[in-house]
């Protein structure tokens, strides 16, 4: 869909498609009028027989919503996929908003999805933290690890609530509890609510938006990753940004406090030879230089141990660590930072480690940050180069675990299954195609650390433009 109609001539914005029994489907998106005003519009597949759904068909009485009063012009946007009321016979939305500075989600019911009753209140508020946009919302079993469909509820399921947030750009979530009958959702952990707790993402990804994938019975995201290079930061809306790699979602049954994020079995297609490093011993401040035919496109699988020993006789070690303002992987501790280092040159005067740094508090509890060092990714001046990352439940018993996407420029990188995960955005101008390296590292002044590998060459995708001359 292009933009060609007064309600959506400034830009056709993100939105959401919902499944009707009958097998129809609506899009609801939102459109920037001529006068700039943000707007809901209904649109139906041209034909409902096309496999890809190519061509869409505009409603002739749109838009179908405008902001309501109390509302800002430019501040309606980004409705979701539609569940189920509680008796069955209406549909409803969000659509994200704010009220001054607290970030809101307003809710709409229809049956027709051309006219619409707005419900009383909010479904959920956070004071602080600014307009929501491409809010998502959606269930999650507790106790299998299939997806949902959006209109699930009941006992055994909790609810995701989703929203990116514009004033920081990142993308906030929270796991709690949704009753439909007063229409409101509340967090498991007030102090884990929507924008002041949880993201999906701790490095460059945003405006993501889930669908429930009947066939596979899986809950699929998709995250969209900007240009960090300044050449691009002032056009970050524009054609320079690229689509994450598919991720499944699901709740983690083990600490009952977050989601799990993994990339799609589909990827696992483009692998071919892999290589294997088994129980690599990695002394205090070694590195060790691990071979692989096609450094800048691989799927790494890695995990490490620590000596037990090394726990018991650790008073405190950097108590109030943070991995942005750490200071990156050359900075250590007695129990880290170690891990692999991604996309250096042979001298290492490039490189992007990605990490486990290990802290023991003054109350005795151990904590693990995983975290991304982009600070010698690339000689290159004029591009962003900062740490990003945040803390991972690692659970008794469990190893330190990653996997790392590598694709040239892009780096998705998973830790303990998913639970934490951070995309970089990264420029190498040494460590490009065969120059490029991979290695394993131990900086910590105090434990060794066994780890063992996997890398797979991954080849490129078969990415076909459309509509496609066999059509």
Partial sequence: MVPDHWYDINGVWTGSATILPDGQIVMLY??????????QCLAYPANLSDPLLLD?????????????????AKDFRDPTTAWLSPDGDK????????VNTTGISLVYETVDFKTYDMLDGYMHAVPGTGMWECVDFYPVSMSEINGLDTSVSGSGVKHVLKASLDD???????????????????????????????????GKYYASKTFYDQNKQRRILWGWIRETDSEYADIWKGWASVQSIPRTVMFDQKTGSNILQWPVSEVEELRSEIVEFDNVKLGPGSIVPL??????????????????????GTVEADAGYSCPTSGGAANRGELGPFGVIVLGDKTLSEGTPIYFYVTKGTNGKFETHFCADELRSSLAPDVDKVVYGSKVPVLHGEKYSLRSLVDHSIVE???????TVITSR??????????????????????????????????????????????
Wanted: net charge negative; proline share 7%; aromatic share 12%.
């Fill in 413 to 419: 990188s998973f830790a303990q299954g998913g639970r």
């Fill in 426 to 471: 990264v420029y190498p101008t040494r460590a490009v195609d065969g120059a490029a390296r991979v290695y394993l590292f131990n900086n910590a002044t105090k434990v060794s650390v066994t780890a063992s590998v996997k890398m797979w060459n991954m080849g490129s995708a078969d990415i076909r433009t459309f509509p496609l001359n066999e059509q």
């Fill in 56 to 72: 869409w068909v505009k409603y002739s009485g749109n838009p179908v919503l405008v902001p309501p009063p109390g509302i800002g």
């Fill in 30 to 39: 939102t459109g920037d009028t001529y006068d700039v005003k943000q707007v």
């Fill in 91 to 98: 549909w409803r939305i969000t659509i994200g908003s704010k």
């Fill in 168 to 202: 920081d750009k990142n993308d906030y979530y929270a796991l709690g509890v949704y009753d439909p009958i007063e229409d409101k959702w509340i967090p498991d952990d007030p102090k884990l609510d929507v924008g002041i707790g949880l993201r999906y993402d701790y």
């Fill in 291 to 312: 071979k692989v035919d096609t450094p800048s496109q691989l799927d790494i699988v890695a995990s490490f141990e620590i000596d037990e020993d090394a726990f018991e």
